[in-house]
């Protein structure tokens, strides 16, 4: 695989974007102390992002996950320290693809964990692919079925520092 020539998000845009959601977020929680629940690894430059523009009481949490172990689930690699119950969690998700990674993790924190609420701000979602039925309450964009990179996002562990999204091709 190589990357594309070409870009489908540039920095400008993302800033933009992330901006927009960010509002969102505040007026939502307003009041309210809201924590991050961020998905390692690729989340980081959207949660860095999105965090600072948020006003506020805001605590963090990380979660690392490998998605699709076997083709159908996921599984938890790692959990940072704190406590989420009784409060108001939102996930912050690199990219939504088929839903099998998120779809367990709202299960896991719901079960496990005993939130107030449970939000998903997913940076990028990719409704094409979607095998299970999952809640995105605030989403960046939406892409096409391309795998995308870029901004947090890998192929094989590279392309994670590129400051917008792109997408690799065959060679
Ligand atoms: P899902 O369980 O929704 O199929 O997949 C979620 C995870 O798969 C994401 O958090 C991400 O790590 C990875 N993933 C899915 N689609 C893409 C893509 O187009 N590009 C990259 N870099 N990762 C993806």
Redesign the pocket.
């Given at each position: 695989m190589k990357l594309a020539s070409g870009i489908l998000y540039t920095e400008r845009q993302i800033s933009q974007r992330v901006g927009e959601m960010a509002g969102q977020i505040a007026r939502d929680y307003a009041g309210k102390t809201l924590v991050l629940c961020a998905?390692l690894k690729?989340?980081i430059p959207f949660l860095a992002d999105l965090m600072r523009l948020l006003p506020g009481d805001v605590r963090l949490a990380l979660i690392e996950?490998k998605?699709?172990v076997d083709g159908k689930h996921?599984k938890i690699l790692f959990t940072s320290s704190l406590d989420l119950a009784g409060q108001h969690v939102l996930v912050v998700?690199?990219?939504?693809?088929?839903?099998?990674?998120?779809?367990?993790l709202l299960k896991h924190l719901e079960v496990e964990r005993a939130p107030a609420s449970i939000r998903v701000a997913a940076f990028?979602d990719?409704p094409s692919?979607?095998?299970l039925d999952?809640p995105v309450h605030y989403r960046g964009f939406s892409?096409p079925d391309?795998?995308?990179?870029g901004y947090g996002?890998?192929?094989q562990e590279r392309?994670r520092n590129l400051p917008y999204i792109t997408?690799v091709e065959p060679e």
């Open positions: 998905v690729g989340s996950m998605s699709q996921a998700e690199d990219i939504v693809d088929t839903g099998i990674t998120l779809d367990y990028l990719k692919a979607r095998k999952v892409v391309k795998f995308v990179v996002l890998d192929w392309y997408w």
